[in-house]
Nanobody, 125 residues
Framework: QVMLVESGGGLVQAGGSLRLSCTASGRTFSSANMAWFRQAPGKEREFVAVIKRTGGSTAYADSVKGRFTISRDNAKNTVYLQMNSLKSEDTAVYYC??????????????????WGQGTQVTVSS
């Protein structure tokens, strides 16, 4: 069993930055593709970004492309999401996710094997 624990959420003004971290327990982290999702109140959980198990490939939702950067450190079992130029519409609970299937440039929730508990990001305008 893999446990994912997110941190780094909080309240930030529009235009500001936050960095989310997600640390995994267990020895399977380096074999999992890792992703970030988010869910705003009353909306479905949506894909934000994904990074290949090796860290060599990344992909982003159009809504965050150019503002967010996903990265990982397999030695630390940690994946990051650097969020810059934040907008009010980025307000959501952000979830870390891992899956062991084939890397794809867009992930749907049904593909995910492991979920974190979520961390709240609130952007004030």
């Amino acid at each position: 069993q893999v446990m994912l624990v997110e941190s780094g959420g909080g309240l930030v003004q529009a235009g500001g930055s936050l960095r989310l971290s997600c640390t995994a327990s267990g020895r399977t982290f380096s074999s999992a593709n890792m992703a970030w999702f988010r869910q705003a109140p009353g909306k479905e959980r949506e894909f934000v970004a994904v990074i290949k198990r090796t860290g060599g490939s990344t992909a982003y939702a159009d809504s965050v492309k150019g503002r967010f950067t996903i990265s990982r450190d397999n030695a630390k079992n940690t994946v990051y999401l650097q969020m810059n130029s934040l907008k009010s519409e980025d307000t959501a609970v952000y979830y870390c996710a891992g899956y062991v299937g084939t890397y794809e440039i867009k992930v749907v929730p049904s593909q995910v094997d492991y979920w974190g508990q979520g961390t709240q990001v609130t952007v004030s305008s």
